[in-house]
């Protein structure tokens, strides 16, 4: 399977958002990752429904929305309406496993598919019990809050160890990494079992861009 490219709209010039994303499209991205945070699950405050609701359909990326928000339950359902095709929450932010079957159900019941994210600091097998319901798991190889940050190295195991799992047990469910891609690192999180990578800094504000999205799809 050829690896899945979704820039992060969080590093776009957000002065010429409709040019930066056609200027992915054009690059052969196949995903736009938005990352969406209310500041209060996360240390920082990005964009949400209306940012969304003014790029559903107008381009041919498939609309990969991660919410770093608390509550994740209340606002999915605005979210799809809104254009998510995708819609990843956060394993931390729900209140037991139980909030996290609902969770993903509900996702399911609006027509979108359901990815589980996990912080660096969650051990990657407090998610399996979700995994034959998942269509992907978002392993953040950073703290989730901002873009530019610097890629958290023991991410590659927890590729392996979940790629492994999948691999076992015949899971349909897909491995998404997010935080400090680039060349080098985007590399070893495909070898280790990646198949979608998300890269905000390293694609935006770079004239060399297809360059970029093809050395991460090698
Ligand atoms: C961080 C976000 C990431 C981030 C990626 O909370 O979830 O998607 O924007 O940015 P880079 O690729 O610059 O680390
Ligand atoms: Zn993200």
Not at 14 to 39: C, R
Not at 68 to 75: A, E, K, T, W
Not at 100 to 120: C, E, M
Not at 144 to 170: R, T, V
């Amino acid at each position: 399977m050829k690896t899945i490219i979704a820039p992060s709209l969080l590093s776009a010039d957000f002065t010429n958002l409709d040019s930066e994303i056609t200027k992915m499209e054009n690059a052969g991205a196949d995903w736009l990752h938005f990352d969406v945070m209310d500041g209060h699950f996360v240390p920082n405050i990005s964009f949400g429904v209306p940012v969304l609701k003014s790029i559903k359909g107008k381009f041919n990326l498939i609309n990969d929305v991660h919410i770093m928000i608390s509550d994740p339950y209340f606002y999915a359902s605005k979210f799809i309406k809104a254009g998510a095709q995708i819609l990843t929450f956060h394993y931390e932010a729900c209140k037991n496993d139980n909030d996290v079957f609902r969770t993903i159900d509900l996702i399911h019941s609006y027509g979108a598919k359901a990815g589980l994210s996990i912080k660096p600091g969650t051990p990657i097998f407090k998610i399996f019990p979700f995994l034959y319901s998942l269509d992907l798991v978002l392993i953040m190889s950073v703290e989730p809050g901002f873009g530019g940050q610097a890629f958290i190295e023991d991410s590659i195991d927890k590729i392996a160890i979940l790629s492994k799992k999948i691999k076992q047990n015949n899971i349909k469910c897909l491995i998404e990494v997010d935080g400090g891609i680039n060349g080098e690192t985007g590399k070893k999180c495909v070898e280790a079992g990646a198949n979608i990578l998300v890269a905000g800094s390293y694609l935006f504000g770079h004239d060399d861009v297809e360059e970029r999205i093809n050395k991460l799809k090698l």
